[in-house]
Nanobody
């Protein structure tokens, strides 16, 4: 059974850092695209960062570029999102997503991913 479990969220003040983790079970990460999305209250889900099929191909939303870093350890079946310099506008539920057959042009489209975690809340106060 495929499962993604996120952790590491919390309530922090602006400027601090958090690291989110996503542990996968039921499949091996090799060849999978692993991404992070987020959804703020009243807003649509948006792409945050992704690794396209391997750890060396990383992509970021403009809003987080230079502050967030996505990484993965296939042997541990874990994907991370290091978030530095957090801002109140980063407040959202953060979701881990996975897909094996994704093409690059679909990286930013949540509907294309087969597997999702339950999400972890990140709240940043000013």
């Amino acid at each position: 059974q495929v499962q993604l479990v996120e952790s590491g969220g919390g309530t922090v003040q602006a400027g601090v850092s958090l690291r989110l983790s996503c542990v996968a079970s039921g499949f091996n990460l090799n060849g999978y695209t692993m991404s992070w999305f987020r959804q703020a209250p009243g807003k649509e889900r948006e792409f945050v960062a992704g690794t396209f099929r391997s750890a060396s191909n990383t992509y970021y939303a403009d809003s987080v570029k230079g502050r967030f870093t996505i990484s993965r350890e296939n042997a541990k079946r874990t994907v991370y999102l290091q978030m530095n310099g957090l801002k109140p506008e980063d407040t959202a539920v953060y979701y881990c997503a996975a897909d094996r057959g994704l093409i690059l042009s679909s990286l930013y489209t949540g509907a294309q991913y087969d597997y999702w975690g339950q999400g972890t809340q990140v709240t940043v106060s000013s």
